[in-house]
């Protein structure tokens, strides 16, 4: 480039060089691309850009002058974390905390973008959470905690990329996040520093988030088991399994957390009595177990039979191959469905408010049930649907950039 | 690796040396109790829930007997298209539930291809303005749950259509109010019956000539025109035969609107309208993606070579491109349209009477959860299937048919 001024001088000067025409190159060749490459689209583009000015002109209208957005912002607390005891909220944050420094600590070792990205979105989610509890008046305790949160995410960050940290204790520092964040929500007993919350108070996004993690946690041993089991040469196990998954698959979801709701206590030993919630945890895991184990199946059959053939060569057993040689490369490739699979659980914990669980949704609805808010059911389905939509937006950007990196399409 | 050949397991390779194999080493044998245990041990954990299930059920007196299907049910589903009474049956009211089921099942998965098939062209437009409000669409719909989206449909959109006496009135005397959507009624008139019989002449007709065109074309012979006149009967013939019965085959009963209420007509239910609608702009959102992904998978090298050989602009997409967009389009739409069947459950949060709204009630008065639970997944299973199974054919017609 930078001997570029001596090229020109030595090469025969054109004698006037042409421009290219200004409907060719610039904003307006853009529009004469884009928009108005024929008589039909010029037209097209003018109806709906009125169309769309006239939408958005009148939604903005609505928002700023109409909408009663104090319906969302005097019950922040219920959508948050729904009737959890606010003595107790602390241990919400906390485990946000932990969750973050550990995202943070991954996402700064292993260096893989879309890990990395993860970890500023819930940087950015956490700012964001801090900025709508200090606008609802919820307190600045609260939002200093989630804009700490925010700061330990970036700060692991950071320093793990200095000194990253072996897998093997990242791992560990997964599990040992998942523990404590059960201990910490549902509390130790009530003698204890850590009262028990009860399941049947947690709501809001607080619920959102727990019924969807723990299904796709749960499920995912059922799910590859099953998936293993649909490709065993053994007939008995295989038509097991593919009952089982095919079954599943044939019903709504909403069937399946009904009869968890009315199956789960007839089933089980007289005395044996369990919470709503976890009942519909165990419906959403059932659920979910039949879809996971079909993405592994997918991921099974990508595996090319010279795997097989390999580790069958050099003395492993059946259980070694599948264990050690198949499904870690299956498991790899299917992440980005299972993140798929997360998302639209994630959507469909919503059908948990059917059976009367205050989730998000549920939460809402209950407001909308209070005669003060009446006629702001747009505003609460709206703000729902931003969250909903935040969060499944975001976590599929991830996965499609997480696909990219691993390669998938490639091969 | 070569010397430590008495270490090699000569077991797994099979039966060739099988009688020098101790049984406990033999893989046949191996297979055969593995499945054994594996057997026992799921029917002993079945055995024992079912046992439990029982006990617990005859503990709080939940009969297992199945005589309630037969016994009158005292309500009436909101809507229903057979006729029912609140003496009818259970086993009736789950039917008239099922039939609900299966209509909003049969308009949604009709709305949504035809919705998915134009953003999923507009998708591929050139237009930017076009290509994002698409977008746009699709990212919307796909990233919020579909029972937010019917809420506010429902909620939002038709409950708060204006009452009954300030409808909005559309052409051809439809209303669109608070109460629903009005259109008239379409009614067989006396001479009627010669009409329909020609409509069906004509369907029949108009499919063997194309088929006959298709056996032509396949044989490289003229199809003379056989598509033309195919499509000429198909709309010719009803219409002539339309003219020539005096005042028309059809009656139509309008809508009158009375002092409270319209009344006659054909009426759509507020309910059944958000479902379907609801069903339709989600689904389409996921239809729109896999037909975008489809015609793109079409290699551009088949377009060139279209255009090469000189097929007009319409023969390329109808020859070349959409045969081979449709044999990977036709998978996922199955599954999609399998989503839109279940995901009619969700009538229940809108009050529409599908076969789980129905059940509900019906298991509310029986006390009977569990097992009317099992009846309607049973019933789902077989739509399920039955749909499974129309796909596969027609996914098997649209597949290449190697020689």
């Not at chain 1, 209070?370 to 006629?375: K, M, R, V």
């Given at each position: 480039m930078s001997d570029d001024p001596q090229m020109t001088t030595g090469t025969p000067q054109p004698a006037e060089e042409l421009r290219p025409p200004a409907t060719e190159v610039g904003v307006l060749g853009w529009l004469n691309h884009n928009l108005f490459s024929s008589k039909l689209n010029g037209i097209l583009s003018i109806v709906l850009g009125v169309i769309v000015a006239l939408v958005i002109w009148g939604l903005a209208q609505w928002a700023v002058l109409d909408a009663r957005w104090d319906v969302i912002t005097d019950n922040m607390r219920l959508f948050l974390v729904g009737r959890y005891p606010p003595e107790e909220i602390w241990r919400v944050w906390l485990t946000l905390t932990l969750l973050s420094a550990t995202t943070g600590l991954s996402a700064g070792s292993s260096g893989i973008g879309s890990v990395r990205m993860l970890a500023i979105m819930l940087t950015a989610g956490q700012l964001m959470l801090a900025a709508l509890i200090l606008v609802s008046g919820l307190g600045i305790v609260a939002s200093l905690a989630l804009v700490f949160g925010a700061g330990v995410v970036y700060a692991t960050m950071l320093a793990a990329q200095r000194y990253p940290v072996r897998r093997l204790w990242i791992s560990l520092g997964w599990l040992a996040t998942t523990i404590a964040g059960v201990l910490l929500l549902a509390g130790l007993g009530d003698a204890t520093p850590l009262p028990s919350v009860s399941t049947n108070i947690w709501g809001g996004l607080l619920l959102t988030m727990v019924l969807s993690v723990a299904g796709i946690l749960l499920s995912f041993p059922l799910g590859v088991a099953l998936a293993v089991g649909r490709r065993s040469r053994l007939p008995v196990v295989r038509v097991v399994s593919t009952t089982y998954i095919e079954l599943i698959r044939a019903v709504p979801l909403i069937t399946v957390l009904f009869m968890a709701q009315f199956l789960f206590p007839l089933v089980l030993p007289e005395g044996l009595r369990i919470d709503n919630v976890i009942r519909a945890i165990g419906g959403i895991t059932l659920f979910s177990a039949a879809y996971v184990a079909e993405n592994v199946r997918g991921g099974l059959q990508a595996i090319p039979t010279g795997q097989h053939e390999a580790a069958f060569a050099i003395g492993l057993r059946t259980w070694q191959t599948t264990v050690f040689i198949v499904l870690p490369q299956a498991l790899r490739i299917t992440i980005p469905a299972n993140v798929g699979l997360f998302i639209s659980l994630l959507k469909d914990t919503t059908l948990a408010y059917i059976i009367g669980l205050l989730e998000i949704l549920g939460i809402g609805r209950a407001v909308l049930a209070?005669?003060?808010?009446?006629?702001t059911q747009f505003e609460v389905y709206l703000f729902v649907a931003v969250v909903f939509f935040v969060l499944s937006y975001t976590l599929s950007q991830a996965s499609y950039r997480l696909e990219k990196e691993l390669g998938i399409g490639e091969r | 690796m070569a010397d430590e050949p008495s270490d090699a397991p000569k077991g797994a390779s099979g039966g060739s040396t099988g009688a020098s194999i101790p049984f406990y080493r033999d893989v046949r044998v191996l297979a055969v109790i593995t499945q054994i245990v594996f057997l026992a041990i799921v029917l002993l954990v079945l055995g024992w829930l079912l046992n439990n299930l029982i006990t617990n059920s005859e503990t709080r007196g939940i009969s297992t007997s199945l005589t309630w299907l037969d016994q009158r049910a005292g309500f009436e589903p909101a809507e229903s298209v057979i006729p029912y009474t609140p003496d009818d049956t259970y086993a009736r009211a789950l039917l008239v539930g099922l039939l609900n089921t299966v209509m909003v099942s049969i308009v949604g998965i009709f709305l949504a291809t035809v919705l998915g098939l134009i953003v999923g062209v507009a998708r591929l437009s050139s237009n930017w303005l076009v290509n994002k409000i698409a977008l746009t669409y699709v990212e919307i719909f796909r990233n919020t749950p579909l029972l937010v989206q019917l809420l506010v449909i429902y909620f939002v959109v038709f409950l708060q259509m204006p009452g009954v006496r300030d409808a909005i009135v559309l052409p051809l005397e439809m209303y669109l109010s608070q109460r629903g959507f009005y259109m008239p009624r379409p009614e067989v008139a006396p001479d009627g019956a010669i009409w329909l019989v020609s409509v069906i002449i004509a369907v029949v007709a108009f499919f063997s000539l194309w088929y006959l065109a298709g056996r032509r074309e396949d044989e490289g012979r003229?199809?003379?025109g056989l598509r033309w006149i195919a499509s000429a009967i198909l709309i010719g013939l009803p219409l002539l035969v339309w003219f020539l019965i005096p005042g028309g085959p059809l009656a139509f009963e309008n809508p009158e609107l009375g002092t409270f209420n319209l009344s006659g007509g054909l009426r759509f239910t507020p309910e059944f309208l958000a479902l379907t609608v609801g069903l339709a702009l989600f689904t389409a959102a996921f239809i729109a993606e896999i037909i975008r992904g489809g015609i793109q998978a079409v290699s551009k090298g088949q377009l060139e070579a279209a255009r090469t050989i000189g097929l007009k602009e319409g023969e390329v997409l109808r020859l070349v491109v959409l045969p081979q967009a449709l044999r990977i389009i036709i998978p996922p739409l199955t599954s999609q349209y399998l989503n839109l069947i279940k995901n009619s459950s969700l009538a229940l949060a809108i009050g529409y009477a599908d076969i789980f709204n129905v059940s509900r009630t019906v298991s509310e008065q029986t006390g009977q959860p569990v097992a009317v639970l099992v009846i309607v997944m049973a019933v789902y299973l077989i739509v399920s299937l039955g749909t499974s199974v129309l796909m596969n054919i027609y996914n098997r017609m649209v597949q290449i048919h190697e020689r």
């Open positions: 209070n005669p003060d808010y009446l006629g | 003229p199809t003379m």
